[in-house]
């Protein structure tokens, strides 16, 4: 269930300049015109940064998929006068990500920004559509892993300290509610929308969206003329992520500013945990930061390498 | 939102005695006939009161308001062979306090256990529906903390250590749910189903159905041909309580077990709360503990009678 776009009152003004009205938030009881909206989420990653000390020098990685949340990041921070670069991940889905490709392009061609497409077929030698009939674990996680481990050697090949990502307060609310319902107390160190790099071949990492709503995001875009790409995965559809966003949202209409509270509480006292690495080593076969002496990308490869000759395996249903 | 009752495939047969199904829990991903669904709720029962070292002996006051929740836990622990003794609290809440009377009743004679309904304007000369219109707090809030007190003071009077009542798991994982999303963690600690008794004044709470859905109360009371009270209260519609639990069991429509997972591994590593009860003394005006000279009932209590003289206030809407 993605929340639909709040209705607004006939005649409605901007409670910031007068103005027309032309986007309600509910959650902060408030509407704005289209200017001030568009200056309400720049100020929302303003405060972001400050909050998490990045000064306006820094050079930035943005990792982006052509989804909303990615493109509107990386335009909230060339806005914000960030110097960054976009470096977007070929998954090798069937046609979504070629539309991911396209909807990329498109944006950076119109603000003249630097990026480069990456294919995890080149580090890996298959794409996401070849491993997910080869394998009986779940795609979502394997996909997840390979994404991590190519973005952080992106950002030590491109000499990047920092990679942002487009996690918004939906997607922050709704991890953290997952692990809270699931009792996964080990994931909750790393429930903080910044993370500080924990060893020279992991970049820091950044979510400076988190205050935003993925609403917000999607009427960001609209009024700031991007289009990023519309679809979802088609492999993570009925992902138990989207039932607890569900959840989250029917609570959100009901009593505005529900998720907000409750990421907001549980942050407020939390700092940027502090990563022990000293049992970390490097991957004895590409080097990257492993717990074990072959990582875990390595070791799919190295599985689906072994299936190499085996006839391809039928498609599922 | 309540759980409509799962529908049972064709020909279903009990996975017990392999009778025919009649009642599917998807939570546990199983199906019985009437008499073994009985008996599993009853063992549900009889886990928690092994689990909080409950000897068969004790005596039990059971808070009853005639629902299906405290008929089916009243039934249960008799049919478990502890003695009872049911209590009503008359909130004097127009056509549904009536109801609820006579839901007690009926289940009562048909049993042969032994009651008694108290009306709360005989403990404070008011009522709830004259409460309400006088009075800008929250109604739910006020009745809570007046029933409590009522509670406390009749097990006392009456001679019973342990006043039991029908909270079931939905009422718990939403009550643990709620405060986790507002992030009132100072009620963690009385977030647990059974607290010892802390004062002499205030008898031990037990909440024996925390094991047990609330659809599956719904269906024990069907099959042990108990006919409760069903309405609810009329002052509780919108209540935020009641938006959480919706969510909640959205949740468990698409993922059976989420709210027993979630209630169960958050009590795993708990314990019965010690409450320290030094700084706790006995209301000036009734004697009843409080933390405060005169304890909150009597203070409302005070305020009421101060407007006793002035006209009925006119009624809402």
Redo the contacts between chains.
């Keep these: 269930m993605q929340l639909t776009p709040p209705p607004l009152p006939a005649g409605a003004k901007c409670k910031r300049c007068s103005g027309r009205g032309q986007m309600r938030l509910p959650s902060h009881n408030t509407i704005f015109c289209s200017d001030c909206f568009l200056l309400f989420c720049r100020n929302a990653v303003a405060k972001a940064m400050k909050k998490f000390g990045i000064p306006r020098e820094t050079d930035l990685l943005v990792a982006v998929s052509g989804g909303k949340d990615s493109l509107a990041v990386w335009d909230i921070l060339n806005e914000l006068g960030y110097r960054t670069r976009g470096v977007h991940v070929n998954l090798g889905i069937d046609t979504f990500s070629d539309e991911s490709v396209r909807a990329v392009e498109e944006f950076a061609s119109s603000r003249n920004l630097p990026w480069s497409s990456h294919s995890i077929a080149d580090l890996l030698g298959w794409t996401i559509d070849e491993i997910r009939p080869r394998t009986r674990r779940s795609i979502c996680s394997i996909c997840g892993a390979i994404k991590r481990q190519m973005l952080n050697r992106l950002a030590v090949d491109l000499g990047y300290g920092t990679v942002v990502s487009g996690h918004n307060l939906d997607d922050e609310a709704g991890r953290l509610l997952g692990n809270?319902?699931?009792?996964r107390t080990q994931y909750f160190d790393k429930q903080y929308p910044y993370l500080p790099s924990p060893h020279p071949r992991m970049p820091a990492k950044l979510k400076p969206l988190y205050r935003l709503e993925s609403h917000e995001l999607r009427a960001y875009c609209h009024f700031a003329s991007i289009r990023p790409h519309s679809a979802s995965c088609p492999y993570a559809r009925g992902a138990?992520s989207h039932?607890?966003k569900?959840?989250?949202n029917?609570?959100e209409t009901?009593?505005p500013g529900?998720k907000r509270?409750?990421l907001f509480?549980?942050l407020?006292n939390r700092k940027p945990p502090q990563t022990d690495l000293s049992e970390l080593r490097l991957c004895e076969k590409c080097g990257a930061p492993s717990w074990l002496p072959v990582c875990s990308v390595c070791a799919l490869k190295a599985q689906l390498d072994a299936k190499r000759g085996e006839p391809e395996p039928r498609p599922e249903g």
Excluded at 180 to 183: A, D, E, Q, T, Y
């Design positions: 809270i319902l699931r009792n138990s039932k607890v569900e959840a989250l029917l609570l009901k009593m529900t509270d409750f509480s549980y407020r």
